[in-house]
């Protein structure tokens, strides 16, 4: 799902089932370059994991979306790319879903947004966490039916949103059960 997002508008992604990860993008509508950024992010806030009162900025550190709040405990993965046919390859899998790179083109291709690069998007849901000795390891989402995050955008946006469908980690605890986004403008 894309949707254009005016500056100060309240996006709300809910986990209706829980057992789903939702891939978010979002583009500043003014740049053709300018993106939220996980990377500028973790730069920005010192963590790897953003809490509502963040304000996450874009890969020009300017604000982009304010966390306002989070009914889950806190696990939204800021590490991995957006699965696509590459990524199932690399890991030889063969799932045959659609992937959320995929969902991303048609979106903005959709919105007439001439977009060239996939930037990895902010996993919300997902359970990562680094271990000591620098690992990166995925745990299955802890989200509860029902759960929510909501964001305010500090910019005129267009998000791009991905119920994701990967297998690869266990990382939607069970059947994906598909995500519901709201807007309120
Ligand atoms: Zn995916």
């Not at 789903?20 to 979002?26: F, H, K």
């Not at 007439?112 to 690992?135: A, M, R």
């Amino acid at each position: 799902m894309g949707i254009s997002v005016p500056e100060r508008s309240k996006v709300r992604v809910v986990n209706p089932q829980g057992h789903q990860v939702v891939d978010l993008w979002a583009f500043v509508k003014s740049s053709s370059t300018e993106y939220l950024s996980m990377a500028h992010n973790r730069t920005a806030h010192y963590t790897t994991r953003f809490q509502a009162g963040d304000v996450l900025v874009s890969n020009r550190f300017m604000p982009v979306l304010r966390f306002v709040k989070d009914t889950t405990d806190g696990f939204h993965d800021s590490f991995h790319a957006a699965c696509s046919a590459q990524s199932y390859a690399f890991f030889g899998d063969s799932q045959q879903s659609p992937n959320c790179e995929d969902n991303l083109r048609i979106m903005l291709e959709d919105a007439g947004i001439d977009f060239l690069i996939t930037p990895p998007p902010w996993n919300l849901f997902e359970k990562s966490f680094v271990n000591k000795d620098g690992s990166l390891c995925d745990g299955a989402t802890s989200a509860r039916a029902g759960d929510f995050v909501e964001l305010i955008a500090e910019c005129e946006l267009f998000m791009a949103f991905s119920a994701c469908r990967s297998t690869i980690g266990n990382i939607q605890n069970g059947e994906p059960g598909g995500a519901e986004v709201w807007l309120e403008e």
